[in-house]
């Protein structure tokens, strides 16, 4: 894809293949929350006749390629126009079906996280969540590198909640606690950068548990290779799109062992054979016969 072609992309279908909706649908100018920083009132808008952008909250905005390197930019990528380009080629790439989830399910679980509100973001301290940790064998320090302590309060119920948040690459959360999960959109992967620069392989976890599950099962030591946490199996579509031509060698896939997880490992290895140089393994057997890693690891610890 070169530069013109990639300009006459529309902006709101880059922003869909992301998972952010705009607020007022079928409009001539749509209006998001920020694609980069948590926000209570949305502040991005889309021109659709123009294929233009501006951020309100910030002054700035452009075209598609202005946005795809802003984007990336904040994502700690590098961003150049080529880079940007090669980005968009990705993302809009014809890649593997990957409807491997409940629609309806889906829209409802939409439906339930539009009502969350974030009220603080703060380091964990709260005891229910950390003993909540230690039953699923995650030590606190390992935690507080990884997740923070939410509070969001659902606008439709008055409830207020109390839980972990992880963090993705659209500046939204995946809430958990014992008795919750849900997301504080926007709903999107998260990317963790290894500890070698370059790396030659790719982690790809179906959640956040399984991943700081392998972390706490290497005492804490970060990974060498980056890593990918889909949040959603619906999501598989973002993570082909960071890993496509990158130059990675091996990437490994911790997928959970059960119809959903056995489907994206599936999709995901036919996406995988057609990257040049590119090796597929299939860490199943680790946990085998356990639903995911996260379960694997509490067995591993006598926890279950």
């Given at each position: 894809?070169?530069?013109e072609?990639?300009?006459s992309?529309?902006?709101s279908?880059?922003?869909g293949?992301?998972n952010i909706?705009?607020e007022?649908p079928?409009?001539?100018?749509?209006?998001y929350f920020?694609?980069w920083?948590?926000?209570?009132t949305p502040?991005f808008?889309v021109?659709?006749?123009?294929?233009?952008w501006?951020?309100h909250?910030?002054?700035?905005?452009?075209g598609l390629?202005k946005?795809a390197?802003?984007?990336?930019?904040?994502?700690?990528e590098n961003?150049?126009?080529?880079?940007?380009?090669?980005?968009?080629?990705?993302?809009?790439?014809s890649?593997?079906?990957c409807?491997i989830?409940?629609?309806?399910?889906e829209?409802?679980?939409e439906?339930?996280?539009?009502?969350?509100?974030?009220?603080?973001?703060r380091p964990?301290?709260?005891?229910?969540?950390?003993r909540?940790l230690e039953?699923r064998?995650i030590?606190?320090?390992?935690?507080?590198?990884n997740f923070?302590?939410?509070?969001?309060?659902?606008r439709?119920?008055g409830?207020?909640i109390?839980?972990?948040?992880f963090?993705?690459?659209?500046?939204?959360?995946?809430l958990?606690?014992?008795?919750?999960?849900?997301?504080?959109?926007?709903k999107?992967?998260?990317?963790i950068?290894?500890?070698?620069?370059k790396?030659e392989?790719?982690h790809?976890?179906e959640g956040c548990?399984?991943?700081?599950?392998?972390?706490?099962?290497l005492?804490?030591?970060?990974?060498?290779?980056?890593?990918i946490?889909?949040?959603s199996?619906?999501l598989?579509?973002?993570?082909?799109?960071y890993?496509h031509k990158?130059?990675?060698?091996?990437?490994?896939?911790?997928?959970d062992?059960d119809?959903?997880?056995k489907k994206?490992t599936a999709?995901l290895a036919e996406?995988?054979?057609?990257?040049?140089c590119?090796?597929h393994?299939k860490?199943?057997?680790v946990?085998?016969?356990?639903?995911?890693?996260?379960?694997?690891?509490m067995h591993?610890?006598?926890?279950?």
């Open positions: 894809m070169n530069t072609l990639a300009k992309i529309a902006i279908e880059i922003l293949k992301l909706s705009p007022n079928g409009k001539k100018e749509l209006r920020s694609p920083r948590n926000e209570k502040s808008y021109n659709v006749d123009e294929n233009i501006f951020d909250g910030e002054g700035i905005g452009g390629i946005f390197s802003t984007y990336l930019e904040r994502l700690g961003h150049t126009n080529a880079d940007a380009v090669r980005w968009l080629t990705n993302l809009s790439g890649f593997p079906d409807q989830f409940d629609p309806v399910r829209r409802n679980a439906k339930k996280d539009s009502a969350l509100v974030l009220k603080s973001n964990i301290t709260h005891l229910g969540l950390i909540y039953k064998g030590p606190l320090s390992l935690a507080k590198q923070r302590e939410m509070h969001v309060v659902n439709n119920t409830k207020r109390i839980s972990l948040g963090g993705n690459e659209d500046g939204g959360f995946e958990r606690n014992p008795m919750f999960k849900a997301c504080l959109r926007p999107a992967i998260s990317f950068r290894g500890k070698v620069a790396p392989s790719i790809l976890f548990m399984d991943y700081v599950s392998v972390i706490a099962q005492n804490g030591k970060p990974l060498k290779g980056d890593a946490v889909l949040n199996v619906a598989l579509k973002q993570a082909m799109a890993i990158y130059g990675y060698r091996t990437a490994y896939s911790w997928m062992n119809a959903a997880g994206a999709v996406f995988l054979k057609e990257e040049e590119l090796t393994v860490m199943n057997n946990y085998a016969p356990h639903k995911d890693v996260n379960a694997w690891h591993q610890l006598k926890l279950s």
